[in-house]
Every structure is written in structure tokens, then in C-alpha cells.
């Protein structure tokens, strides 16, 4: 087959999952066209049935806002049809559904037909979406799509709660592969970052105001008073300054550390004891998932769709959003002796494996397959 594939390009979790995606199909002799203003990042390798075509959007002194939607449709109108495309697979509705609807309907007047499938992926409905400035186009392009897909159960009851959608949505579940996830810690990494065998907690997010990065903080200043333990922070966001002030507060500066973003998240999490993700909402958790799959177990709140993957007692525990005191103590639970948490990690690795790349990739090649016929 040979499909489109549109996406935010940055480190959030919908680029993350397009583009593994898209890897995995192209693994599979599948044709696979990136569309997207930036190369993604998760998108390392160079693999000849892999392309990627850059949306530019030309400015001009009128514009205070460049019409990056326009530039995108365009685009895909041309990389559909001078690539003979046999359908387009958009990730986050906002502005990618809307866009490939136009690419669809200019395609229409010169007997091209794309089917197009939209993939919700968590904020393009919570949050985004829903604001009344959005709302009616995002309604209107889910709807308007052939196949509309969410990345769990929560995600698609509340698309049904927030628009009025008239067509069936499919949970096809986030993905990781666990094999790459298996590494082993480099031990010069590990001992960098806890010289004398401390526990390592890991946070990982693009510290947006609802992953309540403080309270990350929070937790790790309670479980460090019992359990010698390090805080390692990936990513970067908005509340990092926040977050950097109240360790500063809190005197636990020497047991923080903040990495910025990184790409080499394999032998990251392979360090790792612990994930900690007390976000307000998550659609699914791509981030809990993979620390999952390198083994760790994840104390989160019992939020969206962390509910479809962590299983408090076995692969962690969860806590209502913001209640800290108890989070710190399913921490020190988990960690309180070796082999509690030996269990914890092994429990954590075959939930993970349930997501595994093997397991669900073959749902949107089953899902194109429909559309093909
Ligand atoms: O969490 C973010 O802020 C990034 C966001 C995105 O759109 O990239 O992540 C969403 O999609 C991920 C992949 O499906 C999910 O794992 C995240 O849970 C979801 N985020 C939220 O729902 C807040």
C-alpha cells in the first residue's frame, strides 16, 4: 500500500505514535509518505520506501497568521497525487482532519478518490477541540472522515460525550515495541545519575500544565525522606521553570536532575526504577507505556485512558489527580525491597507486551485493507 501519514512532528505523543507507525509499515514493505512542517522526530532512520515531504508555508506581510492549513492541504493534494497515494491517515484532528477533507474534495473534482482516516489522539478532543472556537470544524472533519479511530476506550466515550458524532469510532490502542525497549542499563549512565545505588524516579512529559509537573516534585520530596532515591526529569515545557523553583525550595536540588529533551529514550528508561505521571488527563500515556516495556512500574493518577493500562497492585498504583500523600506512599510501596519490586517491573513488562508493535499495527493495516477493496 502506499500511504500518507500526517503528523505534529515534535515530541508529544501523537508524532511519537504516527511516526513508529510509519516505520513499522515500511518495515512491512508498505510505501510510507510523512506529511508535516518539520522532519519527526522520531523519524532517525533512512529507509528507501520512507518519504518525507516538508509543508512550507509562505509568508507575506499581510498575514499575521501564516495559513498553515491551506499550505498543508495543498501539500497533500500534491503528494497524493504525483505519489498515486492509496489513502491518507491524518494523527490529531486539529488541523489535519480539516485539511485532509479539502485535499479530499479538490482530489473529488479530478476523479481521485482518498479514503481518509483520522486517528484522535487525546487534546485535539479534551482540550483543543472542544473550545467553541475550534469545535464546529473538528465536529464537522471527524465526521466527514471514513474511518475515525481513538487510542482507547476513554478517549472515544468522551469524543461521543464532547461532539456530536455520528459515526462508529474504533479503539485501536497506542503501541510500543518492546524488544527495543529491552536494553540493558549502561551502567556509567546509571551510576552518573545515582552514585551510590539510589532509586531512580523518571518523569517524562512536554511539562504542560496538565501534567502537573509539581506535583512529580511533590512525591519525589516525600519517598526521597524514606527511600534513597534520584529524580530524573525528561522533556521540557512551560512549567520546567516551576518545577526547577520548587526543588530549589524544597532543597533537593542534588537529587534532581533535569536532561532537557532527549532522543535516546531506550537507554534512558533502562535506568529507570520508577515512572511517575500525575497528570489531570491522559488519553492513553505513551510515555507510561514505554517505561512499562523498558520495565518500569508506574504510579500515575486514575485518569483517561490510564486506567486501560496500569493495573494498580501489578504494574503500579494510581491516585485520585493531585493527591500527592498517597502517590508517595505507592511509591515507597513499590519500592520498599528488592523483591517487591522485581515483581512490580516483570508485571509492568508483560502488560506492556499486550501494546506490543506486533500486536496492534496489524489493526490499521486491517483497517486500511477495508478501504482498498
Ligand atoms: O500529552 C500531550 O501533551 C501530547 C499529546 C499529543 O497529542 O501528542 O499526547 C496525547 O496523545 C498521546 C498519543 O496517543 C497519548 O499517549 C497522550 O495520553 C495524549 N495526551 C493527553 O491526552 C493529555
Do not use: W
Request: charged share 25%; hydrophobic share 40%.
Amino acid at each position: 500500500m502506499k500511504i500518507g501519514i500526517v503528523c505534529y512532528p515534535t515530541f508529544g505523543g501523537s508524532g511519537v505514535l504516527a511516526t513508529e507507525l510509519g516505520k513499522a509499515l515500511a518495515q512491512k514493505g508498505h510505501q510510507v509518505h510523512f506529511i508535516t512542517y518539520r522532519e519527526p522526530v522520531r523519524l532517525d532512520v533512512y529507509v528507501p520506501n520512507i518519504f518525507y515531504h516538508e509543508v512550507h508555508v509562505p509568508t507575506y506581510p499581510l498575514f499575521d497568521y501564516p495559513p498553515y492549513e491551506t499550505a498543508l492541504a495543498s501539500t497533500m493534494v500534491d503528494v497524493i497525487k504525483n505519489n498515486d497515494l492509496d489513502l491518507l491517515h491524518v494523527h490529531y484532528a486539529i488541523p489535519h482532519a480539516s485539511a485532509a477533507y479539502m485535499a479530499k474534495k479538490i482530489l473529488e473534482k479530478e476523479n481521485k478518490k482518498i479514503p481518509v482516516i483520522t486517528t484522535l489522539h487525546g487534546t485535539d478532543i479534551t482540550l483543543v477541540g472542544r473550545d467553541k472556537t475550534y469545535a464546529p470544524v473538528v465536529t464537522f472533519s471527524i465526521n466527514e472522515s471514513d474511518a475515525i479511530t481513538a487510542v482507547s476506550e476513554d478517549l472515544r466515550n468522551e469524543t461521543y460525550r464532547s461532539f456530536n458524532i455520528e459515526k462508529n469510532i474504533e479503539v485501536i490502542y497506542n503501541f510500543v515495541d518492546v524488544s527495543r525497549f529491552s536494553r540493558k542499563p549502561i551502567d556509567a549512565f546509571k551510576k552518573a545519575m545515582a552514585p551510590n545505588g539510589e532509586k531512580i524516579l523518571l518523569h517524562v512529559s512536554n511539562f504542560r500544565r496538565l501534567k502537573r509537573v509539581p506535583d512529580v516534585v511533590k512525591v519525589f520530596y516525600e519517598v526521597q525522606k524514606t527511600i534513597p532515591s534520584k529524580l530524573l526529569f525528561v522533556g521540557d515545557g512551560p512549567e520546567r521553570p516551576a518545577a526547577e523553583e520548587l526543588c530549589r525550595s524544597l532543597g533537593i536540588c542534588d537529587e534532581v536532575r533535569f536532561v532537557g529533551k532527549q532522543e535516546q529514550m531506550e537507554d534512558i528508561l533502562a535506568i529507570g526504577d520508577l515512572f511517575l505521571l500525575p497528570s489531570e488527563y491522559e488519553s492513553f500515556g505513551l510515555a507510561a507505556l514505554e517505561a512499562m516495556a523498558a520495565g518500569m512500574p508506574v504510579v500515575s493518577t486514575n485518569v483517561g485512558g490510564l486506567k486501560e493500562i496500569n493495573i494498580p497492585g501489578e504494574t503500579g498504583f494510581m491516585a485520585d489527580v493531585g493527591d500527592v500523600a498517597t502517590m508517595a506512599r505507592q511509591v515507597i510501596t513499590t519500592l520498599k525491597d528488592d523483591d517487591t519490586l522485581k515483581a512490580f517491573k516483570m508485571q509492568a513488562k508483560s502488560q506492556a507486551a499486550k501494546f506490543d508493535i506486533h500486536n496492534i499495527v496489524p489493526l490499521y493495516e486491517k483497517l486500511y485493507e477495508r478501504f482498498l477493496r
